[in-house]
């Protein structure tokens, strides 16, 4: 089980900065292989840095997604968040943040999507539904779309992109909703993905207003049913989380240019999910869809040959 916040906080001795880095790369390389493997295509220098940020949400996430998610209250949450502005004090008060205390002094970032992705771990505590894509689309946003902020503080942009003789009077474009885009993309894609499993816990992350839409109601998805009106919706679901991988695409190229291909496989590796959730005729209810591990090496290229022409 993860290392959850000590209540409260009390002195103790902290590990090296190194070792907290291999603490951070090991919790990536035991929950999330791939992601693992995608940020080895970094430079040395980045790639810690992105496992410390990730090592975070991750730990985040598993306060209100974890074994021990039942005993997480809003408290809980408050003494995460000042944990939180301690590592930004450059105060760590566990093992694992003291990574983190070292990566926002490197690469200075801002705190805020750090707070933001909180504020989505409290919405789970509190919403098991959501009305509207745009309510949705603010969780999204909090719990994935901030990882995109957080990530390309580290990975940098190309500053000599939009920057030729004749355009210098031009400020460089930041490509903020690029950076946002895939996370929510992601985000989606895995909705879709656990649809069956968040179902078992009760919870709908689909908007109602599109069940309605598609005259698919609540008890339908709870008994698992497939029928047409299940796989409109999907595809109208599928179509919009594609829409995100696109505007993703489009930011990729303002990325300094050794970010280009984690990147790139990232993206293929989770869109990939929705073309087997299409290929599983859209039960998500008892499969799982799952790329396999030859066909995520198998893409690297292609991301390589992406990550050179745009
Ligand atoms: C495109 C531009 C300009 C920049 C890219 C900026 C980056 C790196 C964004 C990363 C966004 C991202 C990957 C967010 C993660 C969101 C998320 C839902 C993570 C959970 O996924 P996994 O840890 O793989 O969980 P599963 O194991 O459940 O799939």
């Excluded at 566990?94 to 705190?111: H, S």
């Excluded at 939009?162 to 460089?172: D, F, K, L």
Aim: aromatic share 12%.
């Amino acid at each position: 089980m993860l290392q959850l916040p000590d209540s409260p906080p009390r002195m103790k001795t902290l590990v090296s900065v190194d070792e907290s880095y291999n603490l951070c790369r090991h919790l990536i390389a035991k929950y999330s292989t791939t992601f693992y493997l995608s940020t080895l295509l970094l430079s040395k220098e980045k790639r810690p840095a992105i496992w410390a940020i990730y090592a975070w949400c991750r730990r985040t996430d598993e306060l209100v997604d974890g074994p021990a998610s039942a005993m997480t209250t809003p408290e809980t949450l408050d003494l995460w968040e000042q944990q939180l502005e301690a590592i930004f004090a450059g105060q760590p008060k566990d093992n694992f943040d003291v990574a983190l205390a070292d990566t926002v002094q490197r690469f200075p970032m801002d705190i805020q999507p750090f707070r933001d992705m909180i504020a989505g771990q409290r919405m789970d505590l509190y919403r098991s539904r959501y009305e509207t894509f745009e309510e949705l689309y603010l969780y999204c946003y909090r719990v994935a779309g901030t990882v995109g902020l957080m990530s390309t503080a580290v990975m940098g942009l190309d500053t000599t992109r939009n920057t030729a003789p004749w355009n210098r009077e031009q400020q460089p474009y930041v490509p903020i909703e690029e950076e946002i885009a895939l996370g929510i993309a992601k985000q989606l894609t895995n909705i879709l993905r656990d649809v069956g499993e968040d179902a078992r816990r009760g919870r709908i992350y689909i908007p109602l207003e599109d069940l309605a839409r598609f005259n698919y109601t609540e008890q339908d998805l709870f008994k698992g049913v497939i029928d047409e009106r299940w796989r409109s919706l999907m595809r109208f679901q599928i179509e919009r989380a594609r829409q995100f991988y696109t505007k993703a695409e489009r930011g990729i190229s303002y990325l300094s240019a050794d970010a280009r291909w984690p990147v790139w496989a990232a993206l293929t590796h989770y869109s990939g999910i929705l073309s087997i959730i299409e290929r599983n005729d859209y039960n998500a209810f008892t499969q799982r869809a799952y790329v396999p591990q030859w066909q995520k090496l198998r893409s690297l290229p292609l991301a390589w040959m992406r990550s050179q022409v745009f």
